[in-house]
C-alpha cells in the first residue's frame, strides 16, 4: 500500500539553527501538507502546496517556514532559527487531486526537539 | 470561522459500551467531514467521513451523524474494543481547501 514517507524521525537541534524536514508523498497525489501538532494538543495546519505553489498558509508560515519541491518527489519544511515552542511532532500528508474525496493521508511525523 | 469544535476532550469508556464524541463548525463552506483515528507516536489515519448531502454514514462499528442545520457531526463508535483506545479527531474542509482539525478526544476503552 503506498504510504507518505517522512524524514528524519526525530531530530535534535539548537534553538536558533535551521532544521529541514523532508516528506515522500503518494506518487500519484497532487496536494501537499504540512501540519504540526505540540504533545497532547490538536493538529495544526501550516501550509498546503499545489501545482509548485503553496496554495494556503497559516499566519505563522512566513515567519519561519519555507517549502519546497526541489524535485520531483521530495516535499520538504525548512523551519529557520528554531525556537523552543517549535518543538513537535511536524507530519507531511498529501491528497489525490479529486474532488470527490479530501481524504488526507499523513506520514508518520518528524519528532523535532528543540534545546 | 475556521474553528471546528470538538467534545468531550476525554472519554472512558467500558468494553462493548457505545463511544460518542461530537463536533460544530461555523464554517457554511465545508463540504467534507472526515474522522481521523491516531495512535501514540503514529500519524493520523482516516477513519470515516461524511458529505453533507446525507444524515449517517455507518462502516462496520462506527458511524457519522450529520446535522447540517444544527452543524453539527459527531461519531459514535459500536461495541467499543480496547483497541479503539486512542485519539480521534473530527477536521472539515472546505472543496479543495485544506482541513481544520478540533482539539481531540483521547479515548480509553476499559476491559
Known amino acids: 500500500e503506498p504510504e507518505v514517507t517522512q524524514t528524519p524521525s526525530h531530530q535534535v537541534t539548537q534553538m536558533g539553527q535551521e532544521v529541514i524536514l523532508r516528506c515522500v508523498p503518494i506518487?500519484?497525489?497532487?496536494?501537499f501538507y504540512w501540519y504540526r501538532q505540540i504533545l497532547g494538543q490538536k493538529v495544526e495546519f501550516l501550509v498546503s502546496?499545489?501545482?509548485?505553489?503553496?496554495?494556503?498558509k497559516s499566519e505563522i508560515f512566513d515567519d519561519q517556514f519555507s517549502v519546497e519541491r526541489p524535485d520531483g518527489s521530495n516535499f520538504t519544511l525548512k523551519i529557520r532559527s528554531t525556537k523552543l515552542e517549535d518543538s513537535a511532532m511536524y507530519f507531511c500528508?498529501?491528497?489525490?487531486?479529486?474532488?470527490?474525496?479530501?481524504?488526507?493521508?499523513f506520514g508518520e511525523g518528524s519528532r523535532l526537539t528543540v534545546l | 470561522q475556521q474553528q471546528v469544535k470538538q467534545s468531550p476532550q476525554s472519554l472512558i469508556v467500558q468494553k462493548g459500551g457505545i463511544s460518542i464524541i461530537n463536533c460544530a463548525y461555523e464554517?457554511?463552506?465545508?463540504?467534507?467531514f472526515p474522522w481521523y483515528q491516531q495512535f501514540p507516536g503514529k500519524g493520523p489515519a482516516l477513519l470515516i467521513a461524511?458529505?453533507?448531502?446525507?444524515s449517517e454514514k455507518k462502516e462496520g462499528r462506527f458511524t457519522i451523524s450529520f446535522n447540517k442545520s444544527a452543524k453539527q457531526f459527531s461519531l459514535h463508535i459500536m461495541d467499543s474494543q480496547p483497541g479503539d483506545s486512542a485519539t480521534y479527531f473530527c477536521?472539515?474542509?472546505?472543496?479543495?481547501?485544506?482541513?481544520?482539525f478540533g482539539d481531540g478526544t483521547t479515548l480509553t476503552v476499559k476491559p
Open positions: 500528508a498529501s491528497r489525490t487531486g479529486h474532488q470527490n474525496t479530501g481524504e488526507l493521508f
Open positions: 506518487s500519484n497525489h497532487l496536494y
Open positions: 502546496f499545489y501545482n509548485n505553489e503553496i496554495s494556503e
Open positions: 464554517n457554511t463552506a465545508f463540504d467534507y
Open positions: 461524511i458529505r453533507p448531502d446525507v
Open positions: 477536521a472539515a474542509s472546505p472543496r479543495g481547501g485544506k482541513s481544520t
